[in-house]
């Protein structure tokens, strides 16, 4: 009986510890869900913030063109210092983001020889590609040749780091010759 009795006792124990677990897990992402999702939820957003690529090649003013994915985990990890950046920047400079799973941005992934993301592409205010960071990239590098796009001419520079992820190729769209019957 008494066997029983302890039985009972560590069942409902169990349980209780249980659901306690799960309630603070639940009250934790509810809680810090801006800490846990913000990198995502920017990076959904940027489509939504950008400037169409032709009216930015033609305004005149400096171009920061940035192609993403939303799986890539080094453009979630670079997604808040990209969002600093248009909030300081974006009177002076156009800020374009392109997802590059998105086909209509298939002529500059093509253009601008789009192999690794995060590939952030600065241009001057005529046009002329100044800057291309590939992968992950020191805030202050970039802050530094954001800053240097209005100076005399500098000639074509190429930064790359070893931390960038491969464009995957979108087989949800794919084209073979069964498909057109």
């Given amino acids: 009986m008494q066997s029983e009795s302890r039985e009972s006792i560590f069942k409902t124990d169990s349980k209780t510890i249980l659901i306690l677990i799960i ?15 913000k990198s995502t939820y920017l990076l959904k957003s940027f489509g939504e913030l950008s400037v169409d690529p032709e009216i930015a090649f033609t305004n005149h003013k400096p171009t920061f063109l940035e192609f993403y994915a939303e799986w890539c985990e080094v453009c979630k990890e670079m997604a808040p210092k990209v969002s600093a950046f248009k909030d300081q920047y974006e ?8 997802n590059v799973d998105n086909q209509k941005w298939g002529k500059y992934i093509q253009k601008f020889a789009v192999n690794g993301i995060p590939q952030i592409n600065l241009f001057d205010n005529k046009g002329n590609l100044i800057f291309t960071f590939i992968g992950k990239q020191d805030e202050m590098k970039i802050r530094e040749a954001i800053n240097n796009l209005g100076r005399d001419e500098k000639p074509y520079e190429e930064i790359i780091n070893s931390e960038f992820s491969s464009i995957q190729e979108n087989k949800n769209n794919a084209v073979s010759p069964r498909t057109h019957g």
Avoid at 91 to 98: A, D, R, S, T
Wanted: zero cysteines; charged letters at 15%; glycine letters at 0%.
């Fill in 91 to 98: 009177k002076e400079i156009n800020f374009v983001f392109l």
């Fill in 23 to 37: 309630s603070i897990v639940f009250i934790s992402l509810l809680l810090f869900r801006n800490i846990f999702f």
